[in-house]
């Protein structure tokens, strides 16, 4: 299966960003034959401006124009996508942060809502972090299954929290895809660390698509550095800064050999997690 993450520089403008997945889309390189997985970045479609912005473009699940646009684009390429995140309405007034999961001809094969929200402070631009002003947590884990393998979901903040990759590999996941917004001053410090960590934890590859750089004239600065990661930790391919894609061909071969010679799973003493509903 070839695997290809976009990294983006997403703006508040949804027809460019838009744009410019279908370009990227037109100008992948393919090779003849093989299964294509694309995975899109958190917030593909808007990005950078104050939060409640997304709250303007939602929508509900069986209404929502960017999850139909986005579908159309993995119909008309041929290609299964992850299609980073976009915001679906939550009962609450505020929104659910939701990931699909498109097969080649646009269908849903599944859908994940971020479950750790981004309240934070961070030394950058905006200091200040709060999604759960605008945002509503997910109240799940998914895990999908796909003709090349079984793929978890997770997003961005997601990655600080083991206990939810435990869950996705005990739930069959082969590979974790993870859209990611992840800040300059975040990024430097841990991405690349916690990514390969909980490769190594799960013994899954690791499909880490993430925004890059300066975003609406400096407002918002994202760290890049999107990457496939191996079972083993290994860095099998990245795109440290700039846009485009980051690719690799992958068989399971090599996750099922580490999987029996490490057999974390079976060794594992501990009570498998259990997700508290808010």
Not at 84 to 99: F, H, K, L, Q
Not at 107 to 136: I, Q
Not at 207 to 213: P, S, V
Request: contains cysteine; proline residues 4%; charged residues 20%.
């Amino acid at each position: 299966m070839q695997i290809s993450l976009l990294q983006c520089q997403s703006s508040k403008d949804v027809a460019a960003n838009l744009a410019f997945i279908d370009l990227q889309l037109k100008l992948l390189t393919r090779q003849e034959g093989e299964p294509q997985l694309v995975v899109l970045p958190e917030c593909c479609l808007m990005f950078g401006g104050h939060e409640q912005q997304q709250l303007a473009i939602a929508s509900d699940d069986n209404n929502s124009e960017l999850k139909h646009s986005l579908a159309e684009l993995a119909y008309q390429y041929q290609v299964y996508m992850v299609a980073g995140t976009i915001p679906i309405t939550a009962e609450d007034g505020r929104v659910y942060s939701r990931s699909y999961l498109f097969d080649d001809t646009g269908d849903t094969l599944g859908s994940y809502d971020k479950l750790h929200l981004f309240d934070v402070e961070v030394a950058d631009n905006t200091k200040s972090y709060r999604e759960s002003d605008t945002f509503c947590p997910g109240e799940r884990i998914t895990v999908v299954n796909t003709p090349f393998g079984n793929i978890g979901l997770a997003i961005c903040y997601d990655i600080r929290f083991p206990e939810l990759f435990r869950a996705l590999r005990l739930a069959g996941a082969d590979f974790i895809a993870l859209p990611s917004a992840f800040t300059k001053v975040t990024g430097e410090a841990h991405w690349q660390t916690l990514i390969q960590a909980r490769a190594i934890e799960t013994q899954c590859y690791f499909l880490a698509a993430d925004q890059w750089g300066q975003h609406n004239q400096g407002s918002r600065e994202t760290w890049g550095q999107s990457m496939i990661v191996d079972p083993w930790g290994r860095v099998v391919a990245e795109r440290k800064t700039g846009l485009g894609w980051v690719q690799s061909t992958i068989e399971l071969t090599e996750l099922k050999k580490i999987r029996q010679q490490i057999p974390v799973v079976l060794h594992n003493r501990f009570a498998a997690p259990d997700l508290i509903k808010n």
